[in-house]
């Protein structure tokens, strides 16, 4: 469909109405004006920017729309098309987000160049919703709305043996073994950039778990048994849009970059680990949230039982000490995004600590 225009501000009325005729949103109506709105959210990896339109037939038509873009950041732009992070948001909302039941964007056009490289996705424009604060954290009413999410994303493709090369793009999936070691290696690189930048901020003891839990990464990979699922991997607050109105859905999820098959659970430790700032408060709450989880998951169809869902959360958490290196290095420096990747680093690894998750796996 002509040039992928990944700068929202190159966006011109023609390739716009070109885009969504495609789409069957235009309806034969063109697109006379675009202006750039501004930029949206505090993305480290992406950019979104709000766009709004002017028709020559307005009626039923949407006046704004929101376009996820490659980074500004030269850096975070390379690192994100060379491990394929924008290749899985890309896929998910062109072949996997209709098969499942999480309320994702409605996205109205999904383009992905593979020669230049560029992208760009256009969706609806959920103006009566509110960006969760990965600092501020949620409440439980939050986070509980967050789990019915993860098990509408979680129950309907959980086990299901086209996984496998679901977000490869018809490449054939590397083993076990293969992945295992690309994960082990890709910690242990990013692992002393992480320290150097952030270990001074963490408590002590975190900063060496996160050294201790390097030569078990690989293992982390390959499960606890459970069967397989589509997973966020970045299930958090600053990715759940909350509804203010009536009108609006009361929680959508948004960023499907890190999206893969894996454990449910993961997705389910990591929103809530990252959802409260204070570690007491999570380790009260958990508990009731994962036994939710497990309820929900059963009443769509998949059973698992307690000790095994306990199980698989503790094994779980340690996902959030992977991601948050990794990003650490990956993402564009900000200061925000440094306090966030803190807290992430602190709550999490706190979290791995008070459930003895290493020992799942040491």
Not at 21 to 46: L, M, N, P
Not at 280 to 285: E, F, L, T, V
Not at 307 to 333: K, N, P, Q
Request: aromatic share 10%; charged share 20%; proline share 6%.
């Amino acid at each position: 469909m002509g040039d992928v225009l990944w700068d929202p501000k190159a966006i011109d009325g023609a390739w716009l109405t070109d885009a969504l005729e495609r789409a069957g949103v235009a309806g034969g109506a063109k697109v006379v004006h675009v202006e750039f709105a501004g930029d949206i959210g505090t993305g480290q990896t992406g950019r979104a920017a709000r766009l709004r339109l002017t028709w020559d037939i307005p009626d039923a038509r949407p006046t704004t729309l929101v376009g996820k873009f490659p980074s500004g950041d030269e850096h975070a732009r390379r690192e994100a098309f060379g491990n394929g992070v924008y290749l899985k948001e890309w896929l998910f909302y062109d072949r996997v987000a209709h098969t499942v039941g999480v309320r994702a964007p409605a996205c109205y056009v999904a383009c992905f160049d593979f020669d230049t490289p560029d992208f760009v996705l256009l969706f609806e424009d959920l103006a009566e919703s509110r960006q969760g604060d990965q600092l501020e954290g949620l409440t439980p009413d939050q986070v509980a709305l967050a789990i019915e999410q993860a098990v509408a994303l979680h129950a309907p493709r959980f086990g299901d043996p086209a996984l496998e090369t679901l977000f490869t793009n018809g490449e054939p999936a590397p083993s076990p073994e293969d992945a295992a070691l690309a994960a082990q290696t890709l910690y242990g690189v990013t692992l002393p950039g992480f320290l150097h930048r952030l270990g001074h901020r963490l408590d002590p003891d975190v900063a060496e778990f996160a050294t201790r839990f390097a030569p078990f990464v690989g293992r982390w990979t390959l499960g606890t048994g459970t069967p397989f699922t589509v997973v966020h991997y970045d299930f958090r607050a600053d990715n759940f849009l909350f509804g203010e109105t009536p009108e609006a859905p009361p929680l959508v999820v948004v960023d499907w970059q890190t999206v893969n098959p894996g454990l449910g659970a993961s997705d389910v430790a990591y929103a809530i680990s990252g959802s409260f700032p204070d570690p007491g408060d999570r380790a009260a709450a958990e508990g009731d949230l994962v036994e939710q989880y497990r309820e929900q998951m059963a009443a769509a169809g998949v059973e698992q039982s307690a000790d095994d869902c306990w199980r698989d959360y503790r094994f779980g958490s340690l996902w959030g000490m992977i991601i948050t290196v990794i990003a650490t290095m990956l993402a564009e420096h900000t200061e925000r995004g440094n306090d966030m990747l803190t807290a992430m680093a602190q709550r999490h690894g706190r979290q791995a600590l008070d459930l003895d998750a290493l020992a799942l796996l040491a």
